[in-house]
Structure formats: C-alpha cells, structure tokens
C-alpha cells in the first residue's frame, strides 16, 4: 500500500523503513530502505533481467521458424511443379534418351530451371509481395557480371589445373578429337543446370535466411545446402565435400557483392563448363557432362582427384 505521512515520508508496502528523512534533510521524498527492503529490491531486478533474457534467447525461435516453413514450401512447389512435367512424359522420355541423349538431358534441365523459376516467382509475388526481379534478376550490370564471373571462372580452373600439372599429375593427351555440336548442345544444358542450383540455393532461400539473420549465416547455409545437392557424389571422400562447400561459400560472397545471380552463375556455369564438356573431365564426381573427349590425362592420389584407383586417369576435382 502507498501512503503520504504528515513528515514526508512514502511507504510503498515494502516493510519498515531503517530511518525516516524529511524533504529538507535529503531533498527526497521517502525513507532510508531497510537491509530486507534492499535484499528484496535486489531480487525483483535480478528476476526482471532473467525475464528479459530468456526472452532475447527465444526471439530467435520465430526466425527460424519463418525460415524453415518458406524453404519447405519453396521446395515443395519446385518439386510438384518438376513432377508434372516429367512424370507423365516418363516412357516417352527413356525411348527419347536412347536415340537423343543430350537433348533428352536438355529437357530435363529445362524443366528443372522452369519449375525453381516459377517456384520461386510464386513465393516471391504471394508470400513476400515483392517482383521477381528482386530474387537476383535486376538487370543492372548483367553484362559486365557475366563476363566477369567467365573470367573467374577461367582463371579459378586455370590454377587447378596449373598445381596438378606442377606436382606432375597432368599430362597433355597427344590427340583428341572436339565436336563443336556437342560442345554447344552442352553448354545450353549446362546454362539451365547451373541457373537451376543457384536458384535454388542462392536466391530466394538466400534472401529468406539474410532477411531473418544476415548474411554471412545466408552464405554458410546456403554453401551447406550447395553440398547437400551434390552428396550423392562424393564416394566417402572428404575433399570433395570441403571443395564443394568452398565453392559454395564463393557463390554466395559473389552474390552478396552484386546483389545479383548473374555473377555466380557465370563462375559457376564457366567451371562446369570448361572442366566437362570442353576438357572432358569429371564435374562434381559425375561424367555425363562429357562430351567424349579428354584433353587431360589426370593421375595422382584418389583422395586428391577424386577418384577411385581404378578410375583415377578419369577424374579431376
């Protein structure tokens, strides 16, 4: 209970003051606590801290909530919208394969980059509210992101391939034979394969996790994820899972830097590019981006090359 006394004193029902001062003894309106009144004091504030505390340690909890429920319906969507342009097309596919490998390929991966598109245009327009240019398509430096982005992907695989050839694990083949058909059926299928990784792990889900937390855990989860898609390659090897993510983490910086996909795409599609279908090596652990020539005869350790030792004159990375 509060009270006014006729000397200036106020009991805010806290017990018995220690000694009571008048307004013109301490220019305050009150009484000296006693040891109890200050002990108890003590404990309310230490009590509020505590409150304001646990409540700063599960602010984090609907974040990652958000999180969690707009990737799973992002990948959701992309994958109904995958399915019913592939299922039903299934047989007609396998006998179009036979006859027409690549552009069977071809096909695939377009759908592949369609679906992720309209996946993330739809999470874009009707959960976010915001146009599809903002998911990393502002043409701003388009350009001049691309052709930076092949000149760094170049120069990445040029040194790669530079320390093998110094530690004598490369050697040039004498003869090879290059079909400038192939080389273009497989580039345009690569196009819509590296536009549908980045996609789907640089430009929404990236922007959803750089929304809620920033971007440096954006990066990371989004390099985690860059490995996840391709586990199905490693052999049990650990180099290769480490590379991959060390690629992923420089998609993502790339990204972070321009604001753009343009620039991780071009790095990412000039790598796959040149090492499978141009030098005919092994991409991510896989072979069917070759084009049926090799330029290089790769031999070294399997942990390094990512090869088996019955295989490993055949990959590189």
């Known amino acids: 209970m509060i009270s006014i006394l006729g000397d200036s004193r106020l009991d805010f029902g806290l017990g018995p003051c220690a000694e009571s001062r008048t307004f013109a003894e301490t220019g305050t309106i009150g009484c000296v606590p006693s040891r109890d009144n200050t002990k108890?004091?003590?404990t309310l504030l230490a009590m509020l801290r505590k409150k304001d505390e646990m409540k700063q340690k599960l602010?984090?909890?609907p974040l990652v909530w958000t999180i969690i429920w707009k990737s799973l319906l992002f990948f959701l969507l992309w994958g109904i919208l995958s399915a019913l342009l592939i299922i039903p097309f299934t047989d007609q596919l396998k006998q179009f394969e036979k006859v027409?490998?690549?552009?069977?390929?071809?096909?695939?991966?377009?759908?592949?980059?369609?679906?992720?598109?309209?996946?993330a245009w739809i999470m874009a327009r009707f959960?976010?509210?915001?146009?599809?240019?903002?998911?990393?398509?502002?043409?701003?430096y388009m350009v001049r992101d691309s052709l930076l982005g092949m000149s760094i992907g170049t120069a990445w695989l040029g040194f790669s391939v530079f320390a093998l050839w110094?530690?004598?694990?490369?050697?040039?083949?004498?003869?090879?034979?290059?079909?400038?058909s192939i080389l273009v059926w497989v580039a345009v299928t690569l196009i819509f394969n590296t536009l549908t990784q980045e996609v789907l792990v640089r430009s929404y889900i990236y922007q959803t996790i750089q929304s809620q937390t920033n971007f440096?855990?954006?990066?990371?989860v989004s390099a985690v994820l860059?490995?996840?898609?391709?586990?199905?390659?490693?052999?049990?090897?650990?180099?290769?899972?480490?590379?991959?993510?060390?690629?992923?983490?420089?998609?993502?910086?790339?990204?972070h830097l321009t604001g753009n996909l343009w620039l991780p795409i071009a790095i990412h599609f000039t790598w796959n590019f040149l090492l499978g279908p141009v030098l005919g090596l092994t991409v991510s652990g896989q072979n069917q981006l070759n084009s049926g020539w090799q330029v290089f005869i790769i031999q070294g350790p399997a942990w390094l090359t990512w090869a088996s030792p019955e295989k490993v004159e055949t990959k590189l990375s």
Do not use: C, E, K
Request: hydrophobic share 60%; proline share 6%.
């Open 59 to 61: 602010d984090w909890l």
């Open 40 to 42: 108890l004091v003590r």
């Open 100 to 119: 027409y490998p690549l552009q069977a390929q071809l096909y695939l991966d377009v759908i592949g980059a369609l679906a992720v598109l309209i996946a």
């Open 166 to 180: 110094i530690m004598g694990w490369v050697s040039l083949r004498p003869s090879f034979a290059i079909s400038w």
């Open 226 to 255: 860059f490995v996840a898609f391709h586990a199905g390659v490693y052999d049990g090897a650990w180099l290769p899972a480490v590379n991959v993510f060390t690629a992923g983490v420089l998609f993502g910086v790339a990204y």
């Open 216 to 220: 440096i855990w954006a990066i990371i």
């Open 127 to 140: 959960i976010d509210r915001r146009p599809f240019s903002t998911l990393g398509f502002a043409p701003n």
